[in-house]
């Protein structure tokens, strides 16, 4: 139905930037929010940024004025640009899309891993 491939992942420096992206595919029709969430070993998934389709946005506190998601409806794809990286940011990030038809329907890609050195 909905597939999403994240990509844009890697090791990068404290200070540094990535900008990940996630890409769905398949019936992307009535896709209402996309976001973003992180995980790391031993914690739970949390909410990083999510996005709505008015371009309304929420951030997580530790994220804020430092992270931007964005999203082309054209291309399908929800972007997480992340300036100021930090070690507590390393995670395997996820990308999250809900649709909504005669029920609602959420979705997630397979993570792209995001490590933030000293």
């Known amino acids: 139905q909905v597939q999403l491939v994240e990509s844009g992942g890697g090791l990068v420096q404290g200070g540094g930037s990535l900008r990940l992206s996630c890409v769905a595919s398949?019936?992307?029709?009535?896709?209402?929010?996309m976001g973003w969430y992180r995980q790391a070993p031993g914690k739970q998934r949390e909410l990083v940024a999510s996005?709505?389709?008015?371009?309304?946005?929420n951030y997580a506190d530790s994220v804020k004025d430092r992270f931007t998601i964005s999203r082309d409806n054209v291309k399908n794809t929800v972007y997480l640009q992340m300036n100021s990286l930090k070690p507590e940011d390393t995670a395997v990030y996820y990308c999250?899309?809900?649709?909504?038809?005669?029920?609602?329907?959420?979705?997630w890609g397979q993570g792209t891993q995001v490590t933030v050195s000293s």
């Open positions: 999250n899309a809900r649709r909504a038809t005669i029920s609602t329907y959420t979705y």
């Open positions: 398949g019936i992307t029709a009535r896709i209402n929010t």
């Open positions: 996005i709505s389709s008015d371009g309304s946005t």
